[in-house]
């Protein structure tokens, strides 16, 4: 991760807010924008897919962006700077961010960024593109931000589906779920999304079928969003808690934990490495007996997930826990599946994508 530098000793002071994506960008800027690319929407569009990809293509190379590899393997060769201590690792960048959301949600009604279009967005500031540019990769990355929270939504409720102990009957007629039988079993299932934002993951699961769902966030601000972006759309009936997940003070277990960058953030802290093993340790009280833990990375590859829950579950052997309440010599969590299929980057005759998904179940 390439990002600033902050000193551990400094890390509870007040600290300078760099402009996020959305400050360098004119309330005209978003209109032309609106107006001129293929964003899916109510209002249709005027350039189709194939330019944005020019477009981009041309800022990124422009840029000396390097190209993406495929995300769910090892990378060949580590980047240095991608776990370096960043501004996003800062409670006080995030409570200035959801502040500037609220204030945009409440004069234009916007909803905000998913946590891949910040993260990414960060990496290009540091580029210093022209604000051309810069607008043009916003919108391509706001796109693609998008497209993989469709892909986890729809991946995740397939998951759910398929286990062996959640296994629902097949319509032996067609080979398919019936809706019904769906919509019942996704919604005996209780979901935590920890580090919510704005709550908009939690909208998406809500409309495929579930609705035990429960959003915890750090910041204040970012649950006084979620909760007005939940009642505007009609999703009142989720529950949004201020919690901060290295020290929750929830006393359930959930039978799906959602991740959606919070541990990239927590890494992203200058004493990252410690609060990782810190999330690790109090994840594993929220996700329930035979629950499933997905997390999604746009920092780590699949294989760095998997080799951070096998350190875990290593720490854990011979211990005992007593918050746990186990002494069992085995694993706490094991691996069930991850993402394959995820919407691509394109650009430099390169295609790839820089984020990766991978499901772990409680034992």
Request: hydrophobic share 40%; aromatic share 10%; proline share 4%.
């Given at each position: ?236 009936h989720i529950n949004f808690l201020v919690d901060d997940v290295l020290e929750t003070k929830l006393d359930k277990k959930y039978q799906l934990v959602m991740d ?104």
């Amino acid at each position: 991760m390439a990002g600033l530098r902050w000193p551990p000793d400094d890390s509870d002071l007040p600290q300078p807010r760099a402009q996020a994506p959305a400050d360098l960008i004119s309330d005209d800027d978003r209109s032309v924008a609106a107006d001129s690319w293929s964003i899916k929407s109510e209002y249709g569009s005027t350039l189709d897919d194939d330019q944005r990809h020019v477009d981009a293509a041309e800022v990124l190379s422009s840029g000396n962006f390097q190209a993406a590899s495929d995300y769910s393997s090892d990378k060949d060769e580590p980047d240095v700077n991608e776990d370096e201590p960043s501004m996003l690792g800062l409670q006080s960048y995030w409570d200035a961010s959801y502040a500037d959301d609220l204030a945009n949600f409440h004069e234009h009604g916007h909803a905000g960024e998913v946590w891949w279009v910040t993260h990414t967005m960060e990496r290009v500031l540091l580029r210093k593109l022209p604000s051309k540019a810069f607008l043009v990769l916003f919108v391509y990355f706001s796109k693609f931000g998008a497209e993989v929270m469709d892909t986890v939504v729809a991946w995740t409720k397939s998951l759910c589906l398929k286990l062996p102990q959640y296994r629902i009957a097949v319509d032996n007629n067609d080979g398919k779920y019936a809706s019904d039988d769906i919509s019942n079993h996704l919604s005996g299932w209780s979901v935590l999304d920890i580090g919510t934002g704005n709550g908009l993951l939690l909208q998406e699961l809500a409309k495929i079928g579930f609705s035990d769902l429960t959003g915890t966030d750090y910041s204040e601000g970012a649950i006084e969003l979620s909760r007005n972006l939940a009642a505007r759309n009609g999703f009142s009936h989720i529950n949004f808690l201020v919690d901060d997940v290295l020290e929750t003070k929830l006393d359930k277990k959930y039978q799906l934990v959602m991740d959606k960058g919070t541990l990239d953030a927590i890494g992203l802290h200058p004493d990252g490495p410690v609060k990782r093993l810190m999330y690790w340790d109090s994840v594993a009280k929220l996700v329930a007996p035979s629950g499933i833990l997905v997390i999604t990375s746009c920092n780590k590859t699949k294989d760095e997930l998997l080799q951070e829950m096998e350190s875990f579950n290593e720490k854990r052997l011979g211990s005992h826990d007593q918050v746990l309440g186990e002494a069992s010599r085995g694993s706490l969590f094991k691996y069930i599946d991850h993402i394959r299929t995820y919407p691509s980057i394109m650009f430099a005759g390169v295609e790839g994508t820089r984020v990766s998904t991978v499901a772990f179940l409680r034992k």
